[in-house]
């Protein structure tokens, strides 16, 4: 049999292998799909694989690993261990400790009842007691009855406070122990932590060792396997190659042979139905392989659906209980929604109100405020007219006192000094300008012109959705002449426009220019349509603006204040300019003169008492004149041998 004879024939038990092989993948891939599983995990899970180094590394460093951690949580669950036995043996005593204290307190309150009933008893007993000794002796037996229950209370409360002391002492001791516990535990723990990490470093490069000892292993085992293979490849093309070369001489010569032996018709013909044959037997191979391929897509897309439709109904079915859900949830938003809605606008009128009374107690409290201040501001100016009529009083008689310490004491001429204290020219030209601005403010409050009023009626019909609720209900209540101002003033309030200056600038954005026939223009108000635009316009402007006015009014306010702490300033200095009224030269003679005065007044009170020193002497030697008369006078000298005539006589004899 020819070459393509055999090929014929091998080629389809190969497509039926394919086929075969294709449809297991197909069985086994729907059955891993059913089981939740992939593919031939089962089988791989049974095969058992030898560990490797690197693994068996991984494996031994966790199992060590493992083992630290193991003993380093025992080392730390023993400190929790010893920590709650000591607790529970301290609470084991403390609650023995409180037994024996409610003991004891009950057998005290017992004993105290009964001293005090028998104390009670012994009360009435005493008034019927009418012997003085008796009764005193009853009544010290009443005291130191009383004294012995006052004495077992204070000792009972003395032995609850040492073991009060006691407590506080133990609470102590705990809380050093437990510090030193704490530490001992945290130092554990870092030993622990150490040589935790010490041996994850050792292990990993261990494993480090191993994986790379492996990785050496392997190349080298695949190194040794591949130049295996090349060589055989090479030795087996050689092979092959060699014995088609022999096939090929052979087959042509065999092939020489039979042209030879057969005619050329025949040779044709069979060429010819070989040729057909091998046709039919492709056709029918592929048919069978079309078939069987179309009956697997049939099969597999049965399954698919079905899988798809089982799907599909759970689908729906979930998708069924959450549209109800869904359902279940909006209607309970819609109603949390409608009972949020009644709160909400509830509020926003409860804070409207609130709104509208505080701006009115503003309004209020601003007026009060003014009242006060010009009340205060007169008050001032009252005080301050007394206390410069005191102080111009005081500067006067300084004026007077150094008018008479120069010209009458000194002698000198005398210049009165200038009383002018105020220097408010400034102040003035800044007051002037502060009112001039206010004037100008004040100016732009007039009557509201036609043209404008007609303006706030467009916006009352064409923009009534800017009306607040709370207002339109108190309008549905009015009569029909009173419902318009009160829409517009809601209107006003709700675009922020507080004055005629802001509806006059509102006023500019709803007119228009209108051509008429003799060539003259007219300002008329804008068609009703276009309120809402020109409103927009308007709006945009007043935000832009919003800067420029708020600068304004912090001008205004700054100049107010720079007023207010110049007229401080001249205040001052003009207490300053009267407190300074005499100048400083004038002080200084004032304390040159005065202690010239000073050293005056001690030489004349030196003088006086030299004065008084003097008539004490005089008035001494008086005396002994006078006793000298009386001694020189008396009888007893005419007795004496010596009289004191002679005596005296005799030094003044020898002085004459």
Request: charged share 35%; hydrophobic share 30%; aromatic share 6%.
């Amino acid at each position: 049999m020819s070459k393509m004879d055999r090929e014929g024939e091998g080629e389809p038990q190969t497509r039926e292998e394919r086929i075969k092989k294709r449809r297991q993948r197909l069985e086994s891939k729907m059955e891993a799909r059913k089981l939740g599983t992939e593919e031939g995990k089962l089988s791989k899970e049974q095969e058992e694989k030898p560990l490797g180094k690197g693994e068996q590394q991984i494996f031994n460093s966790r199992k060590k690993l493992d083992h630290l951690k193991t003993v380093g949580m025992e080392e730390v669950t023993k400190f929790r261990i010893e920590t709650d036995v000591a607790e529970n043996e301290r609470r084991i005593a403390e609650e023995g400790q409180r037994e024996n204290r409610l003991q004891k307190k009950h057998d005290e309150a017992a004993s105290s009842n009964k001293r005090n009933a028998s104390v009670q008893m012994k009360w009435q007993a005493l008034y019927e007691k009418t012997i003085p000794q008796d009764l005193l002796k009853e009544i010290n037996a009443q005291k130191e009855a009383c004294d012995k229950i006052i004495h077992s209370k204070d000792r009972l409360i003395a032995e609850f406070q040492q073991e009060l002391k006691q407590k506080d002492e133990d609470y102590v001791k705990a809380l050093k122990k437990q510090a030193e516990d704490i530490d001992r535990l945290i130092s554990t723990m870092h030993q622990q932590t150490k040589a935790l990490i010490g041996a994850y470093e050792e292990e990993l490069a261990e494993i480090e060792t191993a994986f790379m000892l492996e990785r050496r292993e392997l190349l080298t085992s695949n190194k040794d396997e591949i130049t295996s293979l090349i060589q055989q490849r090479q030795t087996k093309e050689l092979q092959n190659r060699k014995a088609r070369e022999d096939k090929i001489e052979l087959e042509q010569n065999n092939l020489d042979q039979i042209h030879e032996g057969y005619a050329e018709s025949y040779n044709i013909l069979k060429m010819k139905l070989q040729k057909e044959i091998q046709g039919l037997e492709q056709q029918l191979e592929e048919m069978r392989a079309l078939y069987q391929l179309n009956a697997e897509k049939l099969e597999y897309n049965l399954r698919v659906l079905s899988e798809r439709v089982k799907e599909n109904e759970k689908a729906i079915q979930h998708h069924k209980r959450k549209l109800a859900r869904l359902q279940d949830v909006l209607s309970g938003l819609i109603t949390k929604y409608a009972d949020t809605d009644k709160k909400f606008q509830h509020e926003n009128n409860i804070l409207t109100e609130q709104y509208r009374r505080i701006t009115e107690q503003y309004k209020d409290l601003q007026l009060k405020f003014q009242y006060f201040e010009q009340a205060d501001t007169d008050k001032y100016q009252k005080v301050w007219e007394m206390n410069e009529k005191e102080a111009m009083e005081l500067v006067n008689t300084c004026i007077k006192a150094d008018r008479v310490v120069f010209e009458q004491q000194l002698g000198v001429e005398w210049k009165p000094p200038v009383l002018n204290f105020w220097s408010d020219t400034d102040y003035a030209e800044d007051k002037e300008k502060l009112v001039d601005d206010s004037g100008h403010e004040g100016e732009e409050e007039k009557e509201l012109s036609d043209m404008a009023k007609r303006m706030l009626e467009m916006l009352c019909s064409q923009c009534s959705f800017l009306v607040e609720e709370r207002v339109k209900k108190v309008v549905e209540k009015l009569e029909q002449e009173d419902r318009m101002p009160k829409k517009i003033e809601s209107i006003l309030k709700a675009l922020s426009v507080e004055s005629q200056g802001d509806i006059n600038k509102m006023l500019a954005f709803f007119q228009r220019s209108l051509d008429n026939e003799d060539h003259t223009t007219t300002i008329d108000l804008i068609d009703p349509q276009d309120a809402i635009v020109a409103l927009r316009n308007f709006i945009e402007y007043q935000t832009k603006n919003a800067s420029l006015q708020t600068s304004k009014k912090n001008q205004m306010l700054s100049l107010e204040e720079r007023l207010k702490d110049k007229r401080r300033r001249e205040e001052h200095e003009f207490w300053r300019r009267m407190a300074q009224v005499i100048p400083e030269r004038n002080y200084r003679i004032w304390h040159a003169f005065e202690k010239g005065l000073e050293k005056y007044i001690v030489l004349l009170q030196d003088r006086s008492k030299l004065i008084e020193e003097t008539d004490t002497i005089r008035h001494q030697n008086d005396e002994l004149r006078s006793l000298l008369n009386q001694y020189m006078s008396a009888k007893i000298n005419e007795e004496l041998f010596s009289p004191p005539q002679l005596m005296v006589a005799a030094p003044a004899a020898t002085q004459g």
